[in-house]
């Protein structure tokens, strides 16, 4: 099984669109995380959730909201998508003393 | 934020020879710093960590070396092989993560 999933894999869509990333982990973690990673792959965190709680907002804009409906799954939504949204985005998570962080597969998205 | 850098962003190593691919960081409070591994399509993998209380930690095959005078981290490979090709990043952390740019290691057979 899987330990950080994420669906879709690959999303293409037009600019204003309004799109969501699943991510769902079955390690028991506490604490999950979304990055992006742009075309020079560098890694930038997002958002990060720990018992349903906000812990990290870093400077993402407001288009960008994480929801957490339980401990496994950490949602991303986009809404009114732009150019500049492409990236490949990415889910984690980590345990409660522990700093190793598991990271998905990735979802590609592309604004056209 | 806090900057982590990359010396190489490309790096190409004969098989079987040691790969060393280096990383310097800014924040002299960070205690924890991160070595992963990113296949192609597929997401960052942990390779190896350290705390800032050591100066080497080695793994099977891996060997990360911490030197906070100079704030610079380095990960060697030894006996490098065609799957060690992939983009290498490292994380330090005080309170969060930040990542690397990455250096992308080719392995020529």
């Known amino acids: 099984d899987t330990a950080v999933s994420q669906t879709p894999k690959y999303l293409v869509t037009q600019m204003g669109n309004d799109k969501s990333i699943k991510c769902e982990q079955n390690?028991?973690?506490?604490?999950m995380y979304w990055y992006k990673q742009d075309s020079k792959k560098f890694l930038k965190i997002m958002f990060s959730y720990n018992n349903k709680e906000l812990i990290i907002n870093e400077t993402v804009p407001n288009r960008f909201s994480p929801k957490s409906p339980d401990k496994a799954h950490l949602n991303l939504h986009i809404n009114s998508l732009e150019l500049g949204d492409s990236a490949v985005y990415f889910c984690?998570?980590?345990?409660?003393?522990?700093?190793?962080?598991?990271f998905g597969p990735g979802t590609r998205l592309t604004v056209l | 934020g806090e900057s982590v850098g990359l010396h190489l962003p490309t790096l190409s190593v004969q098989e079987g020879d040691n790969s060393i691919i280096n990383c310097a960081y800014s924040n002299s409070a960070s205690d924890y710093f991160i070595w992963y591994k990113q296949e192609s399509g597929k997401g960052p993998q942990f390779i190896i960590d350290?705390?800032?209380?050591?100066d080497k930690r080695q793994g099977q095959r891996v060997t990360v070396l911490l030197n906070k005078t100079v704030k610079h981290l380095s990960l060697q490979i030894a006996a490098t092989q065609p799957g060690d090709s992939a983009v290498y990043f490292c994380a330090e952390s005080k309170f969060q993560f930040y990542f690397g740019t990455g250096t992308s290691l080719t392995v020529i057979p």
């Open positions: 390690l028991g973690h506490d604490t």
């Open positions: 350290i705390r800032s209380n050591m």
């Open positions: 984690a998570s980590s345990t409660q003393g522990s700093d190793t962080q598991y």
